[in-house]
């Protein structure tokens, strides 16, 4: 079975700092899909953003971007010039291949992320 | 484009009542659908999911159950509500598995509280 571990239950950030969230995985697969959502107040799940397994290259979206140690099954979230939008829980995710199979999409326990202005 | 709804957004309900959420995607055909719950603080638990009309997975067993009466709809009930029902129920909706997975497109939730 598949796990994913986030081992920080809180963080927090000064506004316009830099934040890094650990997100760390255990699986035997090769190929999968590795996602990070957010939860702000409202409570709405967003994609943040995607890593395919496959690819060597590190996912990035605007501020936000991962660090995919695939061997070390590691997957951390920078966010760069953090913002008080910023606040919210995020999930770390685990897709194994081929997806949309019901039951193989797992979740980490969450980070809750507060930005200080 | 492609648009998931579902309701109501808050609901109380006294121990021992019914209880029917509702999703609905847009925009989609066959599209897998899901049911989460979310207790406060904490992650989220897979409870139902479906990947065709009738066909139903339970993850959890408990006094809940779901329904997928048309292809993009799906319902979440149960004949008699615990207090331990109360949390926030999500529901998500992916893709069938052609192309690109681009993760779980989720509700805006509803906040069930049992009294």
């Known amino acids: 079975a598949q796990t994913v571990t986030q081992s920080q239950p809180e963080m927090s950030v000064q506004e316009a700092e830099t934040v890094t969230l650990s997100c760390t995985y255990d699986?035997?697969?090769?190929?999968?899909?590795l996602f990070w959502y957010k939860q702000p107040p409202s409570r709405q799940m967003i994609l943040v953003i995607r890593?395919?397994?496959?690819?060597?290259q590190n996912a990035t979206e605007n501020r936000f971007s991962v660090n995919f140690q695939k061997a070390a099954k590691s997957f951390s979230l920078k966010i760069s010039d953090s913002q008080l939008g910023d606040t919210a829980m995020y999930f770390c995710?685990?897709?194994?291949?081929?997806?949309?199979?019901?039951?193989?999409?797992?979740f980490g326990t969450g980070t809750s992320l507060t930005v200080i202005p | 484009s492609q648009t998931i709804h579902q309701w109501p957004a808050t609901l109380v309900q006294p121990v021992g009542s019914p209880l029917s959420l509702e999703c609905t995607v847009e925009?989609?055909?066959?599209?897998?659908l899901y049911w989460y719950r979310q207790a406060a603080g904490r992650g989220l638990q897979l409870l139902f999911y479906?990947?065709?009309?009738?066909?139903i997975s339970s993850e959890v067993p408990q006094n809940l159950s779901a329904s997928r009466p048309q292809d993009r709809q799906f319902i979440l009930s149960s004949k008699k509500l615990l207090l331990s029902d109360s949390g926030f129920y999500l529901c998500?909706?992916?893709?069938?598995?052609?192309?690109?997975?681009?993760?779980?497109?989720f509700g805006s939730g509803t906040r069930l509280t049992v009294v």
């Open positions: 925009g989609t055909s066959n599209p897998n």
């Open positions: 998500a909706w992916s893709p069938p598995p052609t192309g690109p997975f681009y993760g779980y497109t």
């Open positions: 699986t035997s697969e090769n190929n999968y899909y």
């Open positions: 995710a685990f897709m194994k291949l081929p997806p949309n199979t019901g039951n193989q999409f797992y």
């Open positions: 890593q395919e397994a496959y690819k060597q």
């Open positions: 479906s990947v065709g009309i009738g066909q």
